[in-house]
């Protein structure tokens, strides 16, 4: 296993720069850079847009024309020439894409273009929001659909299945924002009752509260978000379950075990459910990416959560390249490092799993 581990960690390096090349490939041709936002912005605010790009040397050169077709809007040469120095565009792409690399394997970011931080500063101060929403959904997923899903395999077609069955694809179909609107209709003084906050992960006075004050607080501004991230995410994981364990219900060591005597708790916990939770876990690397990173997007826009899934898209409207590349990286990692714990896992669960014999053959 030593080496299967080695083998999977260096492989990360080539699996992350293909990744980023692709990315860089992407970014790079779409339409409307940085340097075209900056301009955008000096053409509809004037002044201090301009002050900001050029350090205030320039406030009278704006109206001068130059020869190309910026220069014929009315920004000089030399202060598009500023401009590209101050984003790095005066160097090739590949020049750029290699220093970048070199940059962040040692995390360095750089600084947002227009927030006026670094992006590390950007990611540590989104990142309790994101991992709020995303460790709670994720356990609160588990702990229900796992359970769920292994009674719903004992009792494969009764009445219990079939209502089961019904109300998680209704929740499944339900979009998670939709739902986030209709608890804030219900519960946070849309219409009717005015029990939960609305905007943000803690109260203002939360300075001020006793350690377990603080703990209801966070758990009281989270009630709602967690319970529209989470609204669509039992139906996959349940019927993952379930299936799992039919499978291996049929199969004849199940069979050998009963005869023997041996309890269904003994025989389902102690035969079956090792087996089974193999693809369940198979499946929790994207459960949590997906949870702690894209899934939470609007939900934390419709509850004021101040994330990184909204840092990322804005980032993405701005072409604000810092941002996108350093969270780029930063989601790429986790989840290749994610993926390898979940092979390591699968070995701590079935021993008899061998990932560098099948590697070998």
């Known amino acids: 296993m030593g080496i299967y581990i080695l083998r999977r960690l260096a492989l990360i390096i080539p699996t992350l720069i293909g ?83 070199g940059d962040y394997a040692t995390f360095n970011f750089g600084d947002s273009f227009f927030r006026e931080k670094s992006v590390t500063s950007l990611i540590v101060e989104k990142m309790p929001v994101s991992i709020s929403l995303g460790l709670w959904s994720t356990l609160i997923i588990y702990i229900i659909s796992i359970p769920l899903g292994i009674r719903k395999a004992v009792t494969d077609g009764s009445r219990f299945d079939v209502w089961s069955s019904s109300a998680i694809v209704i929740g499944y179909a339900i ?30 006075n939360f300075d001020e509260l006793t350690w377990y004050q603080k703990i209801g607080d966070y758990f009281w501004h989270l009630a709602l978000p967690v319970t529209a991230n989470v609204i669509g995410g039992f139906a996959t994981l349940t019927l993952l379950t379930k299936n799992s364990f039919l499978d291996e219900i049929s199969k004849q060591y199940v069979v ?27 499946s929790l690397p994207g459960v949590l990416v997906a949870l702690f990173f894209t899934g939470s997007l609007l939900i934390e826009v419709i509850f004021s959560l101040d994330g990184l899934g909204l840092l990322g898209f804005e980032a993405a409207l701005n072409r604000d390249y810092p941002v996108i590349f350093g969270t780029l990286y930063i989601f790429t990692l986790m989840g290749l490092i994610l993926k390898l714990i979940s092979d390591i896992t699968y070995v701590l669960v079935d021993p008899r799993i061998d990932f560098e014999s099948r590697e070998g053959a």
Not at 177 to 198: E, K, M, Q, R, T
Not at 265 to 281: C, D, E, P, S, T
Request: hydrophobic share 45%; no cysteine.
């Open 256 to 282: 050998t075990a009963r005869a023997k005597g041996l309890e269904e708790k003994q025989v389902l916990y102690g035969h079956v459910f090792r087996n089974a939770m193999l693809i369940v876990i198979a």
């Open 19 to 101: 990744i980023m090349l692709l990315n860089f490939v992407i970014v790079q041709a779409a339409p409307g850079g940085p340097v075209e936002q900056l301009i955008a912005e000096m053409e509809g605010h004037g002044g201090s847009a301009l002050a900001r790009a050029s350090g205030g040397d320039s406030g009278g050169e704006v109206s001068s024309a130059s020869g190309d077709s910026r220069g014929s809007r009315g920004i000089p040469d030399e202060l598009l020439k500023e401009i590209e120095v101050m984003y790095g565009f005066d160097k090739p792409p590949h020049e750029r894409f290699i220093k970048m690399l």
């Open 175 to 204: 979009p998670g924002f939709l739902f986030a609107i209709l608890l804030i209709v219900l519960f946070a003084g849309g219409s009717y009752f005015d029990w939960f906050p609305l905007r943000g992960l803690t109260s203002t």
